[in-house]
């Protein structure tokens, strides 16, 4: 499954397929956090910025 949307505003418009999606990507992101190098092929070279309000 590929995951499609844009902009995550809430939980109630997320199919279980997709939260299913999101929390086994961030199992493996975890995963990446505890190596030595923690870089990714794909965002080598790219920052990325989070903003919570």
Known sequence: ???TKKHILD???LSV???TLILDTAD??????QRPIKKVPALRGKTVVLFFL
Do not use: G, T, V, Y
């Not at 493996?28 to 956090?33: A, H, N, P, Q």
């Open 1 to 3: 499954m590929r995951f």
């Open 11 to 13: 939980m109630e418009s």
């Open 17 to 19: 397929d997709e939260i």
């Open 28 to 33: 493996r992101m975890k995963e990446i956090s």
